[in-house]
């Protein structure tokens, strides 16, 4: 496809359940970005990826999450012993160049996956 | 202090008119600026980048940048209720606002 996609879009998940969230970039970007989007107010930095190198995790909020990207494509967000507080959208973005670079840094989000933490 | 603080909105223009966005950031070497349109629901849409000081034209959209006073606008003209949504300021790729919520009157 030509845009960013995430899956599952909706996730239900019981206080205490492990979940893994998937992005799937932009063909040829090299960086990734996962951000935490709770209602009503910004995206929130997780962590970073440059090809599949993880560069930058300063954002991810405690050691239950975790980010590969293995094959420097396809990215997966994995929260184990989901919380309350981690009901958010979690949104993937993509971008062509490295993070930082001037032109070539434009994000391109997916639609988010929406995870209710029971 | 809040490292990228926008105008807490909401804000309501009637259509046809100006709508000003403002953010003001904290670290001085920032060097991407970017503003994004959410709508309710969906995820951010890019809508314009500035990388130097100044203003950048993108038809009814305008962004301004000054480094000196940290701060990067954006002005959209002749509002249509199209142009509702929440607006994101965002400082280089990990810095976000809290977004300024516009309402577009017809």
């Known amino acids: 496809g030509a845009g960013v996609s995430q899956s599952p879009r909706y996730k239900v998940a019981k206080r205490g359940q492990d979940v893994a969230l998937r992005c799937d970039p932009i063909?040829?970007?090299?960086?990734l970005f996962w951000y935490q989007q709770a209602l009503g107010q910004g995206p929130e930095f997780l962590t970073y990826f440059q090809n599949e190198a993880q560069l930058d995790k300063s954002g991810l909020p405690s050691d239950r999450f975790f980010a590969e990207r293995p094959e420097g494509s396809v990215s997966t967000l994995k929260i184990q012993r989901t919380q309350q507080e981690d009901s958010a959208v979690y949104l993937c973005?993509?971008?062509?160049?490295?993070?930082?670079?001037?032109?070539?840094?434009?994000?391109?989000f997916g639609p988010g996956t929406r995870l209710t933490v029971l | 202090q809040k490292e990228v603080e926008q105008n807490s909105g909401p804000l309501s223009v009637p259509e046809g008119a100006i709508a000003s966005l403002n953010c003001t950031y904290s670290d001085r070497v920032s060097q991407s600026f970017f503003w994004y349109r959410q709508y309710s629901g969906k995820s951010p849409e890019l809508i314009m980048s500035?990388?130097?000081?100044g203003d950048k034209e993108d038809g009814r959209f305008t962004a301004q940048l000054n480094k000196a006073s940290q701060y990067v606008s954006l002005l959209i003209r002749d509002s249509q209720p199209s142009d509702s949504a929440t607006y994101l300021c965002?400082?280089?790729?990990?810095?976000f606002g809290a977004g300024t919520r516009l309402t577009v009157k017809p």
């Open positions: 500035i990388y130097s000081n």
């Open positions: 973005a993509s971008s062509l160049g490295l993070a930082g670079g001037l032109g070539t840094d434009t994000q391109y």
């Open positions: 965002a400082i280089e790729f990990m810095r």
């Open positions: 063909s040829g970007h090299v960086s």
